[in-house]
């Protein structure tokens, strides 16, 4: 069975440039979460959808930050006008229950480099 | 504010020296509290949920145990292969009526041949 899928792996960007992350999640995980991971550090949360509906952005660190589930599996996170505190690991996990209560699936994440 | 800590931030361990490592949080109310292992250029990997004082689980060389204040990962006998980054993170609710997920910075463990 395959797991989270996440593309790219790698991505740079100029500074000023929109970049869009896709994750391909577990088919049938009701529940997605985006995640930014610097280095050194633990995850933090940017947002979280149930199915196709985003229930919570509140970790999104601003207005250029945007994420989608339009058919409630496939999710993107978009960027516009990258800086460079952008720079980070972006992951997305998934999980079969209501708000990840079990366990969460992570895929490999997208290390992006704004240069 | 809700936190939640973890040490040491790094350990080494000689191959069968067990050893425990420690997350603790404050949070305004806990829903459960999970560890993960991550791999260098991997994403964690789902190891255990607790949700209660008390409460412990196992899987081969590994013990989570859970207090209201903290939570231990004991690892026995440990071996080469259990070297990585442990993460744990805390779900409690939020304000808004949603849940929050809180992670640590985590504990880099080496364990040498």
């Known amino acids: 069975g395959a797991g989270v899928s996440q593309s790219p792996r790698y991505k740079v960007a100029k500074r000023g440039q929109d970049v869009a992350l896709r994750c391909d999640p577990i088919?049938?995980?009701?529940?997605l979460f985006w995640y930014q991971q610097a280095l050194g550090q633990g995850p933090e949360f940017l947002t979280y959808f149930q199915n196709e509906a985003q229930l919570d952005k509140s970790g999104l660190p601003s207005d250029r930050f945007f994420a989608e589930r339009p058919e409630g599996s496939v999710s993107t996170l978009k960027i516009q006008r990258t800086q460079q505190e952008d720079s980070a690991v972006y992951l997305c996990a998934s999980s079969y229950s209501d708000w990840g209560d079990n366990e969460q699936f992570f895929g490999p994440g997208t290390r992006l480099t704004v240069l | 504010e809700d936190q939640v800590t973890q040490s040491p931030e790094a350990l080494r361990l000689q191959e069968g020296e067990s050893s425990s490592l420690n997350c603790s949080y404050t949070v305004s109310g806990l829903r459960g509290l999970f560890w993960y292992r991550q791999d260098p250029g991997k994403g964690p990997e789902f190891l255990f949920t607790l949700y209660s004082a008390g409460e412990e689980k196992e899987k081969e060389r590994l013990k989570a145990t859970l207090t209201k204040k903290e939570s231990f990962l004991h690892i026995t006998a440990p071996k080469p292969e259990d070297s990585a980054t442990y993460l744990c993170?805390?779900?409690?609710?939020?304000?808004?009526?949603?849940?929050?997920?809180?992670f640590g910075t985590g504990t880099r463990l080496k364990v040498l041949a």
């Open positions: 088919s049938g995980h009701v529940s």
């Open positions: 993170a805390v779900q409690s609710p939020a304000t808004s009526g949603t849940y929050k997920y809180i």
